[in-house]
Nanobody, 128 residues
Framework: QVQLVESGGDSVQAGGSLRLSCAAS????????MGWVRQAPGKEREGVAA????????SYADSVEGRFTISYDNAKNTLHLEMNSLKPEDTALYYC?????????????????????WGQGTQVTVSS
């Protein structure tokens, strides 16, 4: 079993920055696909960013490309999401997710349905 625990969510003003973290424990893998998925009120979950933990290849949703950076600390089994130039439309519950069944080392950008393991979510609120 895999446990994912997010932290770092907060309320910020537009233009601000936040750093989300996700600690992975349990049956983690040396190379799997991890990512961040968000869900705003009344909307479906959408993928934000993904990373292949083995090779480090990343992919992003168009809406966050150039503003967000995903990274993975192999030594600490911790996933990060650096978010800059935040906009009110970034307001959402952000989930950490992972899957061993669909690699993303080829640049594949996982759909939320591709992920097998989920954290409980951390809230990000951006005010204008």
């Amino acid at each position: 079993q895999v446990q994912l625990v997010e932290s770092g969510g907060d309320s910020v003003q537009a233009g601000g920055s936040l750093r989300l973290s996700c600690a992975a424990s349990g049956s983690t893998y040396s190379s799997w696909c991890m990512g961040w998925v968000r869900q705003a009120p009344g909307k479906e979950r959408e993928g934000v960013a993904a990373i292949s933990t083995g090779g480090g290849r990343t992919s992003y949703a168009d809406s966050v490309e150039g503003r967000f950076t995903i990274s993975y600390d192999n030594a600490k089994n911790t996933l990060h999401l650096e978010m800059n130039s935040l906009k009110p439309e970034d307001t959402a519950l952000y989930y950490c997710a992972a899957t061993k069944f669909r690699p993303c080392s080829d640049g594949y950008f996982p759909a939320p349905s591709d992920y097998s393991f989920w954290g409980q979510g951390t809230q990000v609120t951006v005010s204008s």
